[in-house]
């Protein structure tokens, strides 16, 4: 019940595009929804983060969209750039609860 | 503004060597946390602790590791005696007390065991 799973694995988006990556959980006491972007010899470094309060978020290129009823969300980068190919991670946690749960990861290629 | 300091940044060692691996937190944040990252089994949180105190080491494969936070700005993982399987990298987050608040990783420490 703790899990989060996400897919793909791998996405290959040619740039201008838009890269979507989806998330799904099972645990109803999950509240806080992060996305995690990771380049490689680097640590994760927080993009997004969403509250199910509301059912969409953008910061610039970057979009969470939340469906509380479905348990699911997802991350969706518009006009997408070469400067984006990276490791994905989507998250959850409870209120009250530090841990977070973290996705299997998707590996992002914008290619030209 | 430094953000989470780990060293080494990489470390190559035989089986049945001792292991220390070490973070510096973000100046006050009050939560450490330390994770293993691999191929096979993604981010996987091994401990974290909130005021120095260790909260949760469920993550904490077996007693062959240890973690300690002996102040608010030092804290270490030890593996004793490492095993080739204990090869990952291993990555050190702090948070801030306030609710809401993201984790801040560090860039992780590359662990090779032979």
């Known amino acids: 019940q703790q899990q989060v799973k996400q897919s793909p694995q791998s996405l290959i988006v040619q740039k201008g595009g838009i890269s979507i990556i989806n998330c799904a959980y099972e645990n109803t006491a999950f509240d806080y929804f992060p996305w995690y972007q990771q380049f490689p010899g680097k640590g994760p470094a927080l993009l997004i983060a969403i509250r199910p309060d509301v059912s969409e978020k953008k910061e610039g290129r970057f979009t969470i969209s939340f469906n509380k009823s479905a348990k699911q969300f997802s991350l969706h980068i518009m006009d997408s750039q070469p400067g984006d190919s990276a490791t994905y991670f989507c998250?959850?946690?409870?209120?009250?609860?530090?841990?977070?749960?973290f996705g299997t990861g998707t590996r992002l290629t914008i290619i030209p | 503004d430094a953000g989470v300091i780990q060293s080494p940044r990489h470390e190559v060692t035989e089986m049945g060597q001792e292991v220390t691996l070490r973070c510096k937190p973000i100046s006050g944040h009050n939560s450490l946390f330390w994770y293993r990252q691999t191929m096979m089994r993604g981010l996987e949180l091994l401990i974290y602790?909130?005021?120095?105190?260790?909260?949760?080491d469920s993550g904490m494969p077996e007693d062959r590791f240890s973690a300690k936070m002996p102040n608010a700005s030092f804290s270490t993982l030890k593996i004793q005696p490492s095993e080739p399987r204990d090869s990952a990298v291993y990555f050190c987050a702090s948070r801030p007390g306030r609710v809401g608040q993201p984790q801040h990783f560090g860039d992780g420490t590359r662990l090779s065991i032979l």
């Open positions: 602790f909130n005021n120095n105190v260790p909260i949760d």
């Open positions: 998250a959850a946690s409870s209120f009250g609860n530090e841990k977070l749960t």
